[in-house]
C-alpha cells in the first residue's frame, strides 16, 4: 500500500517536473544528458533514456528509434544532437529533433556519430515499449514484444496488459497475451496469479517459458544452522550424499565460519620460511627440510610453541561435518510458486529431451547425408571400379569452385545454382574424364599404384587452385530461400540448406541406382566390374564402360562439391577435408554396393553426432572414437556392412 | 659468400664454440637484411601471404625513403610451409646462412615456439605480429600482437558491463591459442561472479564444418533465463561454416552476441555477412579507422597488391608498427646489432594507424588501444567501443601460476621474474 | 660373404655412406671448414633418418607387398617418446637451478609440480598425466622408443592379419589408424600438449654450453649409424629364406598359405620390425628438427613416405634410400626460396607456387612410365634386364611386383 503511494507520488511529481519544463524541448533534454550520450556506455547512460523517454515529449519516440537505429549525430561546433542521413559518402543531411525541419547539409567530419551498442540498443528497446506497443505499424509493435521477451520489466506488465484489448492483428494478439502470462511470472504481486500462469506453459517447448521458470527454481545449499525463518526451503541435505560432498560441505562450514580451516600446504610453507632462525626452523636445519614429512615435523615443534596455528595431520574433514545440517533454498520466496514452476518443468523437460533426441537424429541424417553425398563418387569410382581415387576430394573441390565462379559471373543467387550445379558435374566429367585416360586406364592392374598417381594429381590440384584462386577462403553464397531453418519449435530445428543437401543426397541415390539398374551403361558397367574379359568378349568395350563411369562419379563429386562449398566453405582444403571420411564410409559400407555405402554414411554421421552428445565439450575426441570405432569394426566385418558373396567379391 | 661463412665459423669456433654468431652482424654489412618467416604453401598460407606482402611493401617503401643507416634494405623471404619443424630449420638458415638483422614472422603460436630456441642460441631478432595467448616473453622476440590482456580481458569486460551478459559460451580451435585463452577467461569471469556451470566450453577440430549441434547447444544454454554471449577463438576457416550455421538458425546479435578473436577483415571477406550484422569482434586495428594514416596505408597496400578489393587487418598494423618502430630503433642505436636494438626498442613510440600512439614496453609487448567493431553488411566493422592504451601483459594476472610473474628485460634483465620468490625462474623460454 | 653375394649393392652402400659422412663432416662448421651451414647439417641428418624409415617402409610395402599408409605414426611415436624425455630433463635442470636459491630446499613434489607448471603452462595446466610415468628417466623412455610403437604394431597388426584384411582395405585401415592417433594427440587431454607438441628438443639436456654445430654433427653420425644398421638388417632379412617367403607372401599369399608358411605370422613380425625400426629413425629425427607436434602424423606423411619409395624403387633397399634422400632434398631445395624464378615473358613462375605441382605431376610420370623408379637407372648400369614374361603379372595379389618391376 504504501509502495502505491509512493509511485503515485512519484508519478505525480514527474508530471509536474513535465508540466513545469513546459517550453523545454527535447533537445535541451539530450543536452542535459550529452556527456552520458556522447560516452555511450550501458552503465552511465540509463539516466539519459530515461529522461527522454519520460519526458512526454511528442518527440520522445522519434528520438530514441533515430539513436537505436544509429541515425542520431552531434553536430561537433555546437554539440546539438540531430537526426542525419547520409546523402553521399562526403555529405549528410540533418533534420532536427524539435520541428521536424531539414536543419542543412554538412560534411562528414564536422558530425559525429552516436554509436549505441546492442546492450544500450536493448535499453532503448525496452524504453520504446511503451510507445511502441500501440503503434499502428505492425512490425514496430513485434518489436515492441520481442524488447519485451529480451528485457522485460516490471514496468512493462501494465501497459501490455492494456494494449491487449485493443490489438487488432490476431497473430499479434497471441504473441501480446504469452509475453504477457510470461511477465506474470517474472513480476505479478499475485502468487495466485502467478500460479496460474505458471501451469498453463505445462509441457510447452518454448525457450522464453523455460527462461521465465528457471530462475523460479534455481536454489543456493546453505549451512543450515544460520537459516532464517522465512526461507523457503527446498530440502534438508546431509554432506557426503550424493548431492553434496563432504569438502563441499566443510567448504560451506569454512564460508560461515563455523570452524577454522586447517592451515594448507603453502601457507604452512610459508609459516615456515618466516619462522627461519639461525638456518634452522622448529629445531629442523633447513637443508633437511626437503620432505614434506620433515617440513610438518618442524611445523609441529612450531605449533607447540605456540608459534603458528596448530595442525593436525590426522584431520578428517568428513567427521567434522557429519551430523550437521545443511539446506537447499530457493531463491524464490513464495512456496507455491516455487513448486508449482517445478511440477511444470518437470512436464516440460520431459518433452524437451524427446525434442532434443529428435533434434539430434536430424543433425545425424544431415552430417550422414553430407559423408554420403561426398562418398556416392567414390563409391563408384573405387566401389564398382576398384579405383583408388585420391584426387576425388579435389573433384569435390573443383566442384565448389566451379560454383563460386559461376556467382562471379551470375549475381542472381538462385539462377546461378541451377547453372552451377550442371557446370560443376560437366567441369569434374571432363576432369575424371581425362584422368581416366590420361593415367588410371595404364594402371587397372596396379591398384596400390593407382593410389600413388592420383595422390600425385591430387597435390598438383589442390596447389594449382592455390595459384588461381589465391588461399583466401572464396564465398559461395545460397540463395534467400535457402537462408534460415525449419523451426519445429524452440528445441528441434534444421537449416535449409541442410535440407537441400539431404534431398540432393537422396536425388543422387535415385539416379545411381536408375543408372545402374535400368540403364545400358549401368548393365555394362555391372558386367565389366565383375568379368573384363567376359564382358569384353560379349562386345562391350570395356574402356568406354571405365571411362564413362569414372566420369561419373567424378561429375557427381563435382556436385557435391556445390553443396558442400554452400554449407561450409570454398578452399583449396576442402576435398582434403573429406577425402579419408570418404574412404571409411566406402569401406564401412561395403564396398561395391551403394547400399552399403548410404549405411555407411548413416551409420558414421549418426555414431558421430552420437559420440559428440556424451562428450559436448570436445569435438575432436568424438572424432577420433569414430575412427577407432571404423577400425574395430572393420576387424570384425572386414568386407563392409554389406558384403557382396560369391565371384563379385572378387576373391 | 661461401668464403666468408667459414672465416667466420673458424673465428667462431676457435674463439667460443658456445656462444652464437649472429650477433656479429655489424652496420658495416650492406644491404641490411630483413628475413621474412611467413607460410607461403600449406594450411596456414591463407593467413601468411598477406604478411608477407605486407613486409615487402614495407621495405619497398623504407626503402624508397633511402633505406636505414645509409643502406638498402633486401627482404629474404623463405617458405616454411606450415610446416612447424621446418620454422625452425628455416630461422636457423635465415641467421645463419643468409645473416639477416631481423626477422619478421610467423602465425601460430606452435610455429613461434618451435622457433624460439633457434633464435635464443643464436641471439636473432623475431618480430611476432598475431594477436596470442601470452605466457611468455622471449630475450629475442618482440610481440606486436596482443596479449590475452589486450584483446580477450577488455572485450570479455565488454560483454560483462555492456551487454549484460550472464552466460558464457568459450567456442574454439583445439589449439594452443583458444586452450590458454580461454583457460584465462574461465578463471577471469569465475573471479568476476560468474558460476562454473553458467561457462559452457566447446574445441572442435581446424577445419570443422558440421556446427549444427554445437549452435544448438549455444542456443539451448539460454534455458536458464540468462543472458548468452558466446566467445569465439575458432580459427581460420572453421569460422565459415560457424557464422553460416549462426546465420541459418537465425540468431541475431541481440540474442546471443558472438564476440570473436580470430575472425578480420580477411576472414569475412570469405562469406555473405547480411545474416551477421551486429556480432562482434575485438582486435587492436580495424580496416574502417577513421584516420589519415590509415587511409595512407590502405591505399598504398592497394597499390602495391594491385587490387583494390583487398583488405586490411590486424596482423598488418602489427608489423607495419613493429617495423617502423625496429627502423627507429635502428636508427637511434646506429647498428643493427641485436642487443643494441634491442635496448634501443624498449620505450620506442610510434604512431597507431587507428589514431594514438603505441608504445614498447620492457617486457616485449606493446601498449595499443583495444578496439571492438560489429560486423557491418559490407564486411567491414563499426568501431563502437575504443579503450585508452592497454599495456600488453606477458604473464596473465588470472592464472595463480603466471600472477607472480613479471617480465623486465630492462631492469630486471629476466622474462619470467617470480615477484614472490624475487628470482629469476629462467633467462630462456619455454618452449 | 655369402651374404655380401646375395647383396652386392651392400659394400657399395657402406662406401658410400662412409665417404658421405666423412665428407659432411669435414665441411661441417663443428669439425671442418665449415662450407656446410650448420641447418644443413641437420637437413642432412634429418634426410638420413627419412632414409631409415623408408627402408622400413619398403620392407613392409616393396618385399612383403603390404601398402601401409601409417608408418609415419610409428616414426612419430617414437619421436613422441623420446622427446618426454627431452623436455622433462631438460625442464628440471632449469626448475632446479631457479628453486635453489628458496628460503626452504624444495620437497620432490614440489619440483615436479614446478616441471608440471613449465611444461603444461603453455597448454593452461599443470599436472603431470599419466602417460608421463616414465618421463624422468632417460633408459625407460629409449626402452618405450621401442616398445609403444612395438606394441601399437602388434596389437594392430594382429587384429587387422588374423580377419585377412589386406590391399586396399589395410592401406585405408592404416591410413585410419594414424588419423585416429594424430586426432588423439591433438586433444589436449591426451596430455602431450595437444597441438603444441612437444619442443625445443634440440636442446639437449647439460649440454647448454655445447654450440649446435657440434650436436648437429652428432645426431648425423648418429642417424647415419642407425641407417647403416637398419640397411644390414634388412639387407640380411630380405636375402635368406625369410626373405623369399616374405616376397612369395607379397606375390601370391594364398599359395604360400597353402605350402604351409603361417603368413599371418610372418607378416605381423615384419609389420612390427618395421614399426620399430620406423620408431628408432623418428627418435633420432626429431631432436634434430627441435619440435613434434600431431601434424606430423597426420596420413599425408605417411603417403609421402610411399611416393618416396614409389619413386627411388620399391623392392631394393637402396632404392628406399635414394628415393627417400633424393625427395626430401629436391623439397628443402625448391621450398627454400633459392631456387631462380623463370620469367616466361607472360608469367614468371616461382618454384614456391609450382614445386608441388611439378612433384605431384612426377608421381604420376614416376608411376606411369619408370615403376622402377630411380633405382631402375641402376639396372641399366648393371645390364639387368626383366624377364619376358608375356605381360603376366608375378602374382595376383595388389602388392606383387608388375612384370617391369621384377628382378632376375
New interface residues.
Given amino acids: 500500500m504504501i509502495r502505491r503511494i509512493f509511485v503515485a507520488g512519484l508519478l505525480l511529481l514527474t508530471v509536474a517536473l513535465s508540466a513545469q519544463a513546459q517550453d523545454r524541448t527535447i533537445q535541451d533534454v539530450l543536452q542535459e544528458h550529452s556527456d552520458a550520450i556522447i560516452k ?4 552511465t547512460i540509463g539516466p539519459a533514456i530515461d529522461a527522454v523517454a519520460n519526458s512526454a515529449l511528442p518527440e520522445a519516440q522519434d528520438v530514441l528509434q533515430a539513436w537505436q537505429s544509429k541515425d542520431m549525430w552531434v553536430r561537433e561546433e555546437d554539440g546539438l544532437f540531430f537526426k542525419a542521413e547520409k546523402l553521399d559518402s562526403k555529405t549528410y543531411a540533418l533534420t532536427d529533433f524539435v520541428t521536424g525541419e531539414p536543419a542543412g547539409e554538412v560534411a562528414k567530419d564536422e558530425i559525429d556519430q552516436i ?1 549505441p ?6 535499453m532503448l528497446g525496452a524504453a520504446l515499449v511503451q510507445f511502441q506497443l500501440n503503434d499502428p505499424d505492425p512490425s514496430l509493435r513485434r518489436d515492441a514484444l520481442l524488447a519485451i521477451q ?1 528485457d522485460g520489466e516490471e514496468s512493462h506488465l501494465a501497459p501490455l496488459r492494456a494494449s491487449i484489448a485493443n490489438e487488432s492483428d490476431p497473430e499479434i494478439k497471441e504473441l501480446k497475451e504469452v509475453t504477457e502470462r510470461l511477465l506474470t511470472i517474472s513480476f505479478d504481486e499475485d502468487e495466485a496469479a502467478r500460479v496460474a500462469a505458471i501451469e498453463g506453459f505445462r509441457g510447452s517447448l518454448s ?1 522464453d517459458t ?6 523460479i527454481v ?1 536454489t543456493e545449499v546453505v549451512y543450515a544452522e544460520e537459516l532464517s525463518a522465512n526461507a523457503n526451503v527446498k530440502r534438508i541435505l546431509r554432506a557426503g550424499s550424493r548431492d553434496l560432498s563432504v569438502d563441499e560441505a566443510y567448504d560451506l562450514m569454512v564460508e560461515a565460519g563455523a570452524v577454522t580451516p586447517q592451515p594448507s600446504v603453502s601457507e604452512r610453507k610459508a609459516a615456515l620460511e618466516s619462522n627461519i632462525v639461525d638456518g634452522s626452523v622448529g629445531g629442523v636445519s633447513v637443508e633437511d627440510l626437503n620432505t614434506q614429512e620433515a617440513r610438518d615435523r618442524a611445523y609441529a615443534a612450531l605449533a607447540d610453541a605456540g608459534l603458528v596455528p596448530a595442525f593436525d595431520p590426522d584431520f578428517d574433514k568428513a567427521s567434522v561435518v557429519t551430523g550437521v545440517q545443511f539446506a537447499e533454498v530457493y531463491s524464490e520466496p513464495s512456496a507455491a510458486v516455487a513448486s508449482a514452476a517445478e511440477e511444470t518443468l518437470k512436464s516440460i523437460s520431459r518433452t524437451v529431451g524427446l525434442n ?1 533426441f529428435f ?2 537424429s536430424l ?1 545425424g541424417l ?2 550422414a547425408s ?1 559423408y554420403f553425398l561426398a562418398a556416392i563418387g567414390l563409391a563408384i569410382t573405387f566401389g564398382v571400379m576398384g579405383v583408388i581415387n585420391m584426387a576425388h576430394g579435389e573433384f569435390i573441390m573443383m566442384g565448389a569452385y566451379t560454383g563460386y565462379v559461376i556467382q562471379q559471373i551470375i549475381p542472381d543467387y538462385t539462377v546461378s545454382i541451377i547453372v552451377a550445379i550442371p557446370m560443376a558435374f560437366a567441369v569434374t566429367f571432363a576432369a575424371g574424364v581425362a584422368m581416366e585416360r590420361l593415367i588410371i586406364r595404364w594402371l587397372y592392374n596396379r591398384p596400390l599404384e593407382t593410389l600413388l598417381a592420383t595422390f600425385g594429381v591430387s597435390i598438383a590440384l589442390q ?1 594449382l587452385a ?1 595459384n588461381i584462386f ?6 559461395l ?1 545460397s540463395p534467400g530461400w535457402l ?3 525449419l ?1 519445429f519449435n ?2 528441434v ?6 535440407i537441400a543437401i539431404f534431398v540432393l543426397a537422396l536425388i543422387f541415390l535415385g539416379i545411381f541406382l536408375f543408372i545402374m539398374k535400368k540403364t545400358r551403361l549401368g548393365l555394362e558397367t555391372r558386367a565389366v566390374t565383375q568379368n573384363p574379359r567376359m564382358a569384353a568378349s560379349m562386345g562391350i568395350n570395356p574402356d568406354k564402360v571405365n571411362m564413362l563411369t569414372f566420369g561419373l562419379g567424378s561429375g557427381i563429386a563435382g556436385i557435391a562439391g556445390v553443396a ?1 562449398g554452400l ?5 583449396s ?1 576442402l576435398g582434403a ?1 573429406y577425402i579419408v571420411q570418404s574412404f571409411m564410409t566406402v569401406v564401412v559400407g561395403g564396398v561395391g554396393n551403394i547400399w552399403g555405402t548410404l549405411l555407411g554414411a548413416t551409420m558414421i554421421g549418426f555414431l558421430q ?1 552420437g559420440i ?2 556424451f562428450n ?5 575426441a568424438a ?1 577420433t572414437y569414430m575412427i577407432i570405432f571404423i577400425i574395430i569394426f572393420i576387424q570384425f566385418r572386414p568386407k563392409g556392412i554389406i558384403a557382396l558373396k560369391g565371384r563379385a567379391a572378387g576373391d | 659468400m ?1 668464403v666468408k ?2 672465416f ?3 673465428l ?2 676457435a674463439l667460443f ?2 656462444t652464437a654468431m649472429a650477433s656479429s652482424a655489424m652496420a658495416a654489412d650492406c644491404p641490411i637484411k630483413v628475413g621474412v618467416l611467413h607460410s ?2 600449406g ?1 596456414m ?2 593467413s601468411e ?1 598477406t604478411l608477407k606482402d605486407t613486409m615487402l611493401m614495407l621495405v619497398e617503401q623504407q626503402n624508397a625513403k633511402g633505406g636505414v643507416l645509409g643502406c638498402e634494405l633486401e627482404a ?4 616454411p ?1 606450415s ?4 620454422f ?3 630461422a ?2 635465415l641467421l ?2 643468409h645473416e639477416v638483422d631481423v626477422m619478421f614472422g610467423n602465425w601460430t ?2 610455429s613461434r ?2 622457433v ?3 633464435i635464443e ?1 643464436l641471439n636473432g631478432l623475431l618480430f611476432y605480429p598475431v594477436q596470442y595467448e601470452g ?1 611468455e616473453s622471449s630475450k629475442n622476440v618482440f610481440y606486436t600482437g596482443a596479449a590475452p590482456n589486450q584483446q580477450a580481458i577488455p572485450a570479455t569486460d ?1 560483454f560483462l ?4 551478459v550472464e552466460k558464457f559460451a568459450l567456442l574454439g580451435t ?3 591459442y583458444p ?2 585463452t ?3 577467461l574461465e578463471s577471469y569471469l569465475k573471479d568476476k561472479g560468474i558460476a562454473e556451470e553458467d561457462i ?6 581446424f ?4 556446427w ?3 549452435v ?2 549455444v ?2 544454454l ?5 543472458k548468452v554471449g558466446v566467445i569465439s577463438t575458432i580459427n581460420g ?1 572453421a569460422n ?2 560457424f557464422y ?2 549462426l ?4 540468431i541475431s ?3 546471443i ?1 558472438v564476440v570473436a578473436f580470430s575472425v578480420g577483415e ?2 569475412l ?4 555477412t547480411t ?1 551477421l550484422v ?1 556480432h562482434l569482434a575485438a582486435w587492436n586495428y580495424f580496416m574502417s579507422a577513421d584516420t589519415e594514416a590509415n587511409a595512407e596505408f590502405i591505399s598504398a597496400w592497394h597499390e602495391f597488391i594491385g587490387d583494390e578489393a583487398r583488405v586490411t587487418n590486424d596482423p598488418m598494423e602489427a608489423h607495419y608498427i613493429g617495423f617502423n618502430m625496429w627502423v627507429n630503433a635502428v636508427t637511434e642505436a646506429e647498428t643493427t646489432d641485436v642487443d643494441a636494438v634491442r635496448a634501443a626498442m624498449w620505450g620506442q613510440e610510434f604512431p597507431n594507424l587507428t589514431g594514438g600512439t603505441a608504445v614498447m614496453g620492457v617486457n616485449h609487448h606493446l601498449a595499443k588501444p583495444v578496439l571492438i567493431g ?1 560486423i557491418l553488411e559490407d564486411g567491414q566493422f ?4 575504443e579503450t585508452d592504451p592497454v599495456p600488453g601483459d606477458a604473464w596473465t594476472d588470472f ?1 595463480p ?2 600472477a607472480v610473474l613479471v617480465s623486465d628485460w630492462k631492469d630486471l634483465e629476466c622474462g619470467m621474474y ?1 615477484t614472490e ?1 624475487e ?4 633467462i ?1 623460454s ?2 | 660373404m655369402d651374404f655380401i653375394r646375395k647383396n652386392p649393392s651392400l659394400p657399395v652402400f657402406i662406401a658410400g655412406l662412409a665417404i658421405f659422412t666423412l665428407v659432411v663432416t669435414f665441411m661441417s ?2 669439425y671442418g ?3 656446410l ?4 647439417v ?2 642432412l641428418g634429418k634426410t638420413l633418418c627419412l632414409a631409415l624409415v623408408a627402408i622400413a617402409m619398403d620392407l613392409v610395402w616393396g618385399y612383403t607387398g603390404i601398402l601401409s599408409l601409417g608408418h609415419f605414426a610409428f616414426f612419430g611415436l617414437g619421436g613422441y617418446m623420446i622427446g618426454m624425455w627431452l623436455m622433462y630433463a631438460r625442464t628440471k635442470l ?1 626448475v632446479v ?2 628453486m635453489a ?3 626452504l630446499p624444495p620437497t620432490p613434489s614440489e619440483i615436479s609440480d614446478a616441471i608440471g ?3 603444461f ?4 595446466s ?1 599436472e603431470f598425466p599419466l602417460v608421463w610415468m616414465f618421463a624422468h628417466s632417460f633408459w625407460a623412455q629409449i626402452a618405450l622408443v621401442v616398445i609403444v610403437p612395438g606394441i601399437l604394431a602388434l596389437v594392430f597388426g594382429w587384429l587387422a592379419f588374423r580377419s585377412r584384411v589386406t590391399g586396399v582395405y589395410l592401406s585405408i585401415l592404416t591410413q585410419a589408424m594414424t588419423l585416429a592417433l594424430s ?1 588423439y594427440l ?3 587431454d591426451s596430455g602431450l ?5 612437444l ?2 628438443l ?2 639437449l639436456p647439460g649440454a647448454d ?6 650436436i648437429s654433427i652428432w645426431f648425423f653420425w648418429a642417424s647415419a649409424f642407425a641407417l647403416l644398421i637398419t640397411y644390414l638388417i634388412a639387407a640380411f632379412v630380405v636375402s635368406g629364406k625369410f626373405g623369399s617367403v616374405i616376397r612369395g607372401i607379397r606375390d601370391d599369399e594364398a599359395r604360400v598359405r597353402f605350402l604351409g608358411y603361417s603368413v599371418e605370422g610372418f607378416k605381423l613380425f615384419v609389420f612390427a620390425m618395421t614399426a620399430v625400426m620406423a620408431a628408432i629413425g623418428g627418435a633420432l629425427y ?1 631432436p634434430q ?5 600431431p ?2 602424423i597426420a596420413p599425408i606423411a605417411s603417403i609421402y613416405l610411399a611416393v618416396w619409395v614409389a619413386i627411388g624403387g620399391r623392392g631394393r633397399i637402396y632404392g628406399a634410400v635414394i628415393g627417400a634422400a633424393f625427395v626430401s632434398l629436391v623439397s628443402t631445395y625448391f ?3 633459392q631456387a631462380p624464378d623463370i620469367p616466361l615473358g607472360f608469367y614468371t613462375i616461382k618454384w ?2 609450382w614445386w ?1 605441382v611439378l612433384l605431384g605431376l612426377s608421381f604420376v610420370l614416376v608411376t606411369l612410365f619408370a615403376p622402377k623408379g630411380i633405382g631402375g637407372l641402376f639396372d641399366l648400369i648393371t645390364h639387368r634386364m626383366s624377364p619376358k614374361r608375356g605381360g603376366a603379372p608375378l602374382g595376383p595379389d595388389d602388392g606383387s611386383l608388375r612384370e617391369q618391376e621384377a628382378e632376375k
Fill in positions: 555511450s556506455s550501458r552503465k554509436k551498442n546492442s546492450g544500450i540498443r536493448a529480451r525457450l523455460r527462461a521465465a521458470l528457471n530462475p534455481t532434443q533434434d539430434l543433425d544431415s552430417l553430407i596447389q592455390k589465391g588461399t583466401q577462403a572464396r564465398p553464397t537462408d534460415g531453418a523451426q524452440d528445441v530445428a534444421i537449416s535449409y540448406i541442410r558442400i554449407y561450409a566453405k570454398v578452399t582444403e577435408d553426432k559428440e552428445w559436448p565439450s570436445n569435438t575432436l572424432q | 661461401e661463412t667459414q667466420k665459423a673458424t667462431a669456433s664454440a658456445t607461403l604453401s594450411t598460407a591463407i601471404t629474404v623471404v623463405v617458405d610451409a610446416d612447424w619443424p621446418l625452425a630449420e628455416k636457423r638458415e645463419t646462412v603460436s606452435v615456439k618451435s624460439l630456441p633457434v642460441e605466457e565488454y558491463d555492456e551487454l549484460g583445439d589449439y594452443v586452450r590458454t580461454n583457460n584465462i559452457f566450453v566447446n574445441y572442435t577440430p577445419g570443422h564444418s558440421d549444427s549441434k554445437i544448438a547447444d542456443v539451448a539460454g534455458a536458464d533465463g540468462k576457416d565459415i561454416g553460416k550455421e546465420a541459418a538458425a537465425g546479435a541481440d540474442d552476441p580477411e576472414e571477406s570469405g562469406l555473405d545474416n551486429g560489429e563499426d568501431i563502437i567501443s592464472l601460476e603466471s617470480n620468490t628470482t629469476c625462474v629462467q630462456g619455454n618452449y | 662448421e663443428a671448414a665449415g662450407a651451414s650448420t641447418s644443413f641437420k637437413t632449469i637451478e631457479s636459491s628458496a628460503a607448471t613449465q611444461i603452462g603453455v597448454v593452461g599443470s586426432l591433438f586433444q589436449n600438449r595437444g597441438n603444441n607438441g619442443s625445443g634440440q636442446n654450453g655445447i654450440s649446435q654445430d657440434y626429431y628438427a627441435g619440435i613434434i607436434n601434424a606430423e621450398t627454400g626460396g614456391v607456387d608441388l
